[in-house]
């Protein structure tokens, strides 16, 4: 079918709407119309090459949320009609995935990154030629997305659709860290370095999980100001204040957790110093691969448990549904982080990502029927 879709084209260039051909589902396969699609910094680290990415031209996007309207001649999880979040790819067959933690899937690189299905076929096409897809296993800055079933999560129909596509990636990576991979003690202190959509959702979690000293750290005071209102109980700012001995003072002697989403290697540094001893640091921020880190061995002879997390180490289907659980209760109200454009404002998106003028954009598709709250 002829889908419109965003193709990056080039490194580092700008994202073109184009028309391009989607497959028919394979059995165990599902057609999504998009209704929207978060803007996550990984797809602006593929763009800029940040993060090695193999041919172009590429169809990113990998927070999609919409409605199913075709499903392979095996799928079982959901039918026509069904609203769905869609989340990261995990092969499903590896001792990780067959031990219930597809975060850790051993073929989560390929499966997330090679732009291809696992045979090495093409889900996208362009007169005749491959375009390279399955981005996360869903490509969603499109109309449509082809998505393997064991990626969709059917959600309730009582919650606006286009506000879920985010806790399939970012939201889930931040809160899922706390909740799933932390899992600190009521009573307990977090500091959580870069308050963007990654960050604030962990605060959000933290004071789900009862912690009751939540630091932020960002160098937008924006930023900060909704850190607090989302649950941080103190907001540093990282060029201004001396981060690492206000942490100090607050703890006593450097918080029980640490949750790093920036990449950013002094900070990455000064996450696994800001923790007491024995205490847990939980790095998601990607930054370059090859970047050294300025540590010396005695950082790291603390005690500490350092460990980095991917996707908050969550199971989509039963961690999304939490999720929307809480935001129900008014618990975790991510809808405040987000900010929506069409999909023909996509790189006013990115640019704003990039300056921290929005915390998590999400692009809303042309035609599908949406209700912006
Ligand atoms: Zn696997
Ligand atoms: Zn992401």
């Given at each position: ?56 031209p ?85 109309s ?20 879920l ?12 860290t ?49 850190a ?9 700012h ?66 500490a ?22 935001y ?46």
């Amino acid at each position: 079918m002829d889908i419109q879709a965003a193709l990056l084209r080039e490194p580092k260039a700008a994202f073109s709407i184009e028309t391009v051909q989607l497959d028919a589902p394979r059995p165990d396969e599902v057609v999504v119309e998009i209704v929207a699609c978060g803007l996550c910094h990984t797809d602006l680290s593929v763009r800029d090459g940040v993060i090695p990415f193999p041919a172009l031209p590429n169809v990113l996007g990998h927070e999609g949320s919409g409605v199913v309207i075709a499903v392979g001649s095996a799928v079982s999880k959901v039918a026509v009609g069904d609203p769905v979040a869609l989340s990261f790819a995990s092969c499903g067959a590896c001792p990780a995935c067959e031990a219930g933690t597809p975060a850790r899937c051993d073929n989560f690189l390929p499966a997330n990154f090679m732009g291809r299905r696992a045979d090495g076929s093409c889900t996208h096409h362009q007169h005749g030629q491959d375009i390279n897809g399955c981005f996360f296993g869903q490509s969603s800055f499109a109309s449509h997305a082809l998505v393997r079933e064991r990626h969709v999560v059917k959600v309730p129909h009582d919650v606006p659709l286009e506000l879920l596509g985010p806790l399939g990636c970012g939201i889930q990576t931040g809160a899922g860290t706390i909740l799933n991979h932390l899992k600190p003690q009521p009573g307990s202190s977090v500091v959580v370095f870069g308050a963007g959509a990654v960050g604030l959702s962990a605060v959000m979690a933290a004071r789900i999980a009862g912690c009751t000293t939540i630091i932020a750290v960002d160098v937008h005071p924006a930023r900060l100001a909704l850190a607090r209102e989302l649950g941080a109980t103190h907001a540093l700012h990282a060029r201004e204040d001396d981060v690492l001995a206000r942490i100090k003072d607050i703890t006593g002697a450097g918080a029980d957790c640490a949750v790093e989403a920036t990449g950013v290697p002094e900070v990455v540094a000064q996450s696994i110093r800001s923790v007491r001893r024995g205490g847990q640091v939980a790095l998601l921020g990607v930054g370059r691969m090859d970047a050294p880190l300025p540590l010396v061995l005695g950082d790291l002879l603390s005690g500490a448990v350092i460990q980095s997390v991917v996707e908050g180490d969550s199971v989509p289907d039963s961690f999304i549904p939490q999720l929307i659980e809480f935001y129900r209760q008014g618990r975790f109200p991510f809808d405040r982080l987000i900010q929506f454009y069409d999909f023909a404002q996509i790189n006013e998106a990115a640019h704003d990502a990039e300056t921290g003028r929005a915390i998590k954009p999400v692009i809303c598709m042309p035609g599908a029927n949406r209700r912006r709250p």
